[in-house]
T-cell receptor, first 116, second 114 residues
């Protein structure tokens, strides 16, 4: 297993364009998370999937953001009509259902978005 | 509301010095979990440790040690005999009851100079 993969690693787009990021989690992990990280800050929770069900969305996720995880495998995060404030690193993480009740997150390398 | 505060934005030490990274958390949950993650210059966050709220024993792993004190809501991280490879941003994090949203602090950037 190669860990959590994210694609693309970098995306530069013009304001108003749509962008889509893909995340391939560790295959045995049924929990998948999206976080956003801006410069000098810690990751901020965006959304969470258990298998294919999206169980929680942060208020940070405006109606321009949508995430899917069809068939409980890979996930996509789409941002429509991008704004300069969307510029950030988008991190995907996965975790197994852990009987200890806490989620040890395995992160991908992230997808850096720059909106011009 | 849950919150994690890492008051130290940046710390700079010389190799072989000991360094402690502070973490203070807020939660109303009685069951919760605390974590430390490391983000090296390459960028990928790496898990270091997890503690649950019922286990206040300090933990040591090689040059790393963690001090969990519920009385002061702190979960501090000490690196003994720091090395240049320890240079990274370190994040303290909290997961409460209901357990899928991990709240991260703003991180402490550690520079270890040779």
């Amino acid at each position: 297993d190669t860990g959590v993969s994210q694609d693309p690693r970098h995306k530069i787009t013009k304001r108003g364009q749509n962008v889509t990021f893909r995340c391939d989690p560790i295959s045995e992990h049924n929990r998948l998370y999206w976080y956003r990280q801006t410069l000098g800050q810690g990751p901020e929770f965006l959304t969470y999937f258990q298998n294919e069900a999206q169980l929680e969305k942060s208020r940070l996720l405006s109606d321009r953001f949508s995430a899917e995880r069809p068939k409980g495998s890979f996930s996509t995060l789409e941002i429509q009509r991008t704004e300069q404030g969307d510029s950030a690193m988008y991190l995907c993480a996965s975790s197994p259902l852990d009987g200890l009740g806490a989620n040890v997150l395995t992160f991908g390398a992230g997808s850096r978005l720059t909106v011009l | 509301a849950q919150k994690v505060t890492q008051a130290q934005t940046e710390i700079s030490v010389v190799e072989k010095e000991d360094v402690t990274l502070d973490c203070v958390y807020e939660t109303r949950d009685t069951t919760y979990y605390l974590f430390w993650y490391k983000q090296p210059p390459s960028g990928e966050l790496v898990f270091l440790i997890r503690r649950n709220s019922f286990d206040e024993q300090n933990e040591i792993s090689g040059r790393y040690s963690w001090n969990f004190q519920k009385s002061t809501s702190s979960f501090n991280f000490t690196i003994t005999a720091s090395q240049v490879v320890d240079s990274a941003v370190y994040f303290c994090a909290l997961e409460g009851t209901g357990g899928f949203k991990t709240i991260f602090g703003a991180g402490t950037r550690l520079f270890v100079k040779a």
